[in-house]
């Protein structure tokens, strides 16, 4: 009695399992219009006592930045070995709300 609808029960899994899958023969989505950011190697120094991340200019991951600019607003990106690149301007920075590695 319990057998009789398991062909259909097996039937309907299978076809909505399948149904939920991404097609993978599927053209890629358009992306060109987004821009990425450059990161700027503008003499930026990131202190290597901490990890690798995102900080805004006014963590102290970030110790020096490029001279005679205000660097708290901006956004770095630290690295091994006290790496750094420059995002540029962001508002959470400019708001003292992050990003101090995250």
Known sequence: MLLKPLPFLALF??????????????????ISELDKRACTYDGCKCSTSYSAGLYCGYCAAVITCKNGKPCEDNVYQCGAGGKCCNYGVRNSCKHNQGPCGG
Do not use: Y
């Open 13 to 30: 899994l299978t076809l909505t399992h399948a149904a939920a899958l991404a097609n993978p023969f599927a053209e890629p989505d358009d």
